[in-house]
T-cell receptor, first 118, second 113 residues
Framework: GAVVSQHPSRVICKSGTSVKIECRSL??????MFWYRQFPKKSLMLMAT?????????EQGVEKDKFLINHASLTLSTLTVTSAHPEDSSFYIC??????????????FGPGTRLTVL | GNSVTQMEGPVTLSEEAFLTINCTYT??????LFWYVQYPGEGLQLLLK?????DKGSNKGFEATYRKETTSFHLEKGSVQVSDSAVYFC????????????FGKGTKLSVIP
């Protein structure tokens, strides 16, 4: 199957700093990428949908100025957590969807990034 | 809105035991249904899917049947192995141009020898 990578896999930062997480589709072009946040013992919460070359669509309650998403190419999307605070500590997962209109086109998930804000 | 409810774990089974993880959903329209698996330290992988009523998805000995009348998509396996230990997520997608997956909370399965 297709491979999606995330970098870094783990990051620890100080409160008030910004952290960038990269999501890459390694062997396919992804017109759409999704960013999720996974809380302990809870489901994945969709944060935003990112389409190549256009602004991301954020879910209700997600601060777009705090979680900056850029989808500059068909293989790369970045999530920047700005002015991070301890409550932003979480597991962030991206997924990439191949092009096509089929509703059930498979989404391929990255391995996730563990962010810890001190 | 769309929602997925799955049995909360953790579930602990002995090797070769029968597995059932219940999943029910509410959705507008006619969703496609999925089971994803997350092995320790890894990302989610698609395990199986079904796109219309009465379809049965199957993979690696796991099965799930799309039951429209009971809005369910229960995951089953006849004989689990230690290597099946993971977190299992039921999910649905209704498309409508957004292709957004709605996930259940996940069920952690531990299989002991």
């Amino acid at each position: 199957g297709a491979v999606v990578s995330q970098h870094p896999s783990r990051v620890i930062c100080k409160s008030g700093t910004s952290v960038k997480i990269e999501c890459r589709s390694l062997d396919f072009q992804a017109t759409t990428m999704f960013w999720y946040r996974q809380f302990p013992k809870k489901s994945l919460m969709l944060m935003a949908t990112s389409n190549e070359g256009s602004k991301a669509t954020y879910e209700q309650g997600v601060e777009k100025d705090k979680f900056l998403i850029n989808h500059a190419s068909l293989t790369l999307s970045t999530l920047t957590v700005t002015s991070a605070h301890p409550e932003d500590s979480s597991f962030y997962i991206c997924s990439a969807r191949t092009s096509g209109i089929a509703v059930d086109n498979e989404q391929f998930f990255g391995p996730g990034t563990r962010l810890t804000v001190l | 809105g769309n929602s997925v409810t799955q049995m909360e774990g953790p579930v602990t089974l002995s090797e070769e035991a029968f597995l059932t993880i219940n999943c029910t959903y509410t959705a507008t329209g006619y969703p496609s249904l999925f089971w994803y698996v997350q092995y320790p330290g890894e990302g989610l992988q698609l395990l199986l899917k079904a796109t219309k009523a009465d379809d049965k998805g199957s993979n690696k000995g796991f099965e799930a049947t799309y039951r429209k009348e009971t809005t369910s998509f229960h995951l089953e396996k006849g004989s689990v192995q230690v290597s099946d230990s993971a977190v299992y997520f039921c999910a649905l997608i209704t498309g409508a141009g957004s292709y957004q997956l709605t996930f259940g909370k996940g069920t952690k399965l531990s299989v002991i020898p």
